[in-house]
T-cell receptor
Framework: QQPVQSPQAVILREGEDAVINCSSSKALYSVHWYRQKHGEAPVFLMILLKGGEQKGHEKISASFNEKKQQSSLYLTASQLSYSGTYFCGTENSDYGQNFVFGPGTRLSVLP | EAEVAQSPRYKITEKSQAVAFWCDPISGHATLYWYRQILGQGPELLVQFQDESVVDDSQLPKDRFSAERLKGVDSTLKIQPAELGDSAMYLC?????????????FGPGTRLTVT
């Protein structure tokens, strides 16, 4: 079942902060976050695993509330390069199946 | 830096014709995914391979779509016959073993237009 993302879109000025939320109706094993710029493929940002382990490649933070089946992505001091569509993807088991992307949150950072 | 390769990058075909897409994952990646992405929506998983075996094809329209990864390396996704509603971006991704702990690396995609 597809996770729900909020907000659908957000517009920021450079330097402002943003929070993007992802929630599921099923128990989650992992939550992935990706960013996709217009006309390009999605690029990995972060994985959060059940039990609290967190992996990421960029200076972007995230949280994972297992009880609420929710994850939030925190973008602080946004830069123009942060513009794009952010997708969360969820897995409900550690078998690596049933991976589902959310509908996306469009982020626009203005100068 | 290793990348996922896809071809062709763009394909225009008439409805009822057959079309095929090719994907070469990053060397050593056991898991390969095919996604369909309609403009403005999130990628939709069509099929997932672990080596040469299909582990998830629950969303694959099997009456017209087929996918194979015969030697557990590169993969082909075929549509026959194509329909107008198949116009979309088809993305291939690969990762080390599946299981939630590994990121997916995406190829540049194939933009399909069905006329």
């Amino acid at each position: 079942q597809q996770p729900v993302q909020s907000p659908q879109a957000v517009i920021l000025r450079e330097g402002e902060d943003a929070v993007i939320n992802c929630s599921s109706s099923k128990a989650l094993y992992s939550v992935h976050w990706y960013r996709q710029k217009h006309g390009e493929a999605p690029v990995f940002l972060m994985i959060l695993l059940k039990g609290g382990e967190q992996k990421g490649h960029e200076k972007i933070s995230a949280s994972f509330n297992e009880k609420k089946q929710q994850s939030s992505l925190y973008l602080t001091a946004s830069q123009l390069s942060y513009s794009g569509t952010y997708f969360c993807g969820t897995e409900n088991s550690d078998y690596g199946q049933n991976f589902v992307f959310g509908p996306g949150t469009r982020l626009s950072v203005l100068p | 830096e290793a990348e996922v390769a896809q071809s062709p990058r763009y394909k225009i075909t008439e409805k009822s014709q057959a079309v095929a897409f090719w994907c070469d994952p990053i060397s050593g990646h056991a898991t390969l995914y095919w996604y369909r992405q309609i403009l403005g929506q999130g990628p939709e998983l069509l099929v997932q391979f672990q080596d040469e075996s299909v582990v998830d094809d629950s969303q694959l329209p099997k009456d017209r779509f087929s996918a194979e990864r015969l030697k557990g390396v590169d993969s082909t996704l075929k549509i026959q016959p194509a329909e107008l509603g198949d116009s979309a971006m088809y993305l291939c991704a690969s990762s080390l073993p599946a299981g939630g702990a590994y990121e997916q690396y995406f190829g540049p995609g194939t933009r399909l237009t069905v006329t």
